[in-house]
């Protein structure tokens, strides 16, 4: 039976170098923080969701000292997102996950609202279908399923734009793919996005949402 491999893209959340238009509303400590608060959530329900093997491939590589004092969960692989811009790294991780012959979920770590069953159904889905569709509201995407690998998804693609999620379900359109498209959730990117965050998090100092 195809096992997914779900492959997170994360930076390391190092104050100045990660999320960085939230540093006008938290600053560069408070952005930090809620990047590793999010990436915890992220590697959580990665490994909750128990539908194969959990890959992190990180920004800078993880040998690098930023990664040195983040605790990362006993057995998870790791890998160095490398060179190019997001599209050329999000390639190169999809088909190397495919290569190892299981189907692949690519996921960041900017969304608190995603969570174990949102993973377990996309996985599911690629049992008869050959990929999963997870729209931001901002018009983006938070997870893109895959059975096998089309390089149009990632070339060319006017990333951090609002018609990433339609242009990459279009070019799939294209290629004639049965396609599950989930319901869209916020991620949080800007300072108005953080009136998404779940209470929990809002309760915390660093974080005065709208």
């Not at 590697?43 to 993880?62: F, H, K, R, Y």
């Not at 998870?76 to 997102?81: F, K, W």
């Not at 190397?96 to 690519?106: F, I, K, W, Y």
Request: glycine share 8%; charged share 20%; with cysteine.
């Amino acid at each position: 039976m195809t096992t997914t491999r779900i492959i997170l893209f994360a930076k390391a959340p190092v104050a100045g170098r990660v999320k960085t238009r939230l540093i006008p509303a938290l600053g560069a400590d408070g952005a930090a923080a809620l990047a590793r608060r999010m990436l915890d959530h992220a590697l959580n329900i990665a490994g909750e969701a128990d539908v194969g093997s959990l890959e992190l491939c990180a920004s800078p590589a993880p040998t690098h000292p930023d990664w040195q004092n983040i605790p990362l969960p006993a057995g998870i692989e790791t890998s160095d997102q490398g060179d190019g811009d997001l599209g050329v790294r999000m390639a190169r991780a999809a088909q190397r996950g495919l290569a190892s012959g299981q189907n692949v979920l690519l996921i960041g770590a900017d969304c608190p609202a995603l969570g174990v069953q949102h993973l377990r159904t996309a996985a599911a889905a690629l049992k008869t279908d050959d990929a999963v569709l997870l729209p931001a509201r901002d018009g983006g995407y938070l997870l893109l399923g895959l059975k096998t690998h089309a390089a149009s998804l990632f070339e060319d693609m006017p990333w951090s734009t609002a018609q990433v999620a339609e242009l990459t379900l279009a070019r799939m359109t294209a290629l004639g793919w049965r396609v599950t498209v989930l319901d869209a959730l916020p991620d949080i990117d800007r300072p108005e996005d953080l009136i998404h965050l779940p209470a929990a998090y809002r309760v915390e100092p660093f974080v005065n949402a709208p």
